[in-house]
């Protein structure tokens, strides 16, 4: 059963910088590509980022283009997302998720399954 969890949210001053990673158990890398999603309170949960399974295609929400950086690492099995100059309006759950297909699906987050429990990123100006 494949399993994410993600790590490293916490509080940071704006213009500061967080890293979060996501650890995926009983995955088969390649078949699967990795997104991450946020989710403040009274949203829907939208993409931030995403990586294909190859490694060799990202893409970004245009709001953290520039600012976040998605990789991964230990044989696909991490996938990390850099977060830097973060915003107040950066604030809110950040979630990994798995998605099966690479195209215009990886910016729906009904496409993903499995996910992770969440980690909250909270900025303060």
């Known amino acids: 059963q494949v399993q994410l969890a993600e790590s490293g949210g916490g509080l940071v001053q704006a213009g500061g910088s967080l890293k979060l990673s996501c650890a995926a158990t009983?995955?088969?890398?390649?078949?699967?590509?990795m997104g991450w999603f946020r989710q403040a309170p009274g949203n829907e949960r939208s993409l931030v980022a995403a990586?294909?399974?190859?490694?060799?295609?990202?893409i970004y929400a245009p709001s953290v283009k520039g600012r976040f950086t998605i990789d991964q690492y230990g044989g696909k099995n991490t996938v990390n997302l850099q977060l830097d100059s973060l915003k107040p309006e950066d604030t809110a759950t950040y979630y990994c998720?798995?998605?099966?297909?690479?195209?215009?699906?990886?910016?729906?987050?009904?496409?993903?399954?499995?996910w992770g429990q969440g980690t909250q990123v909270t900025v303060y100006s």
């Open positions: 009983a995955l088969d890398s390649n078949e699967y590509s």
């Open positions: 998720g798995a998605v099966r297909s690479w195209g215009p699906s990886v910016e729906n987050a009904s496409e993903y399954n499995p």
């Open positions: 990586i294909k399974w190859t490694g060799d295609n990202k």
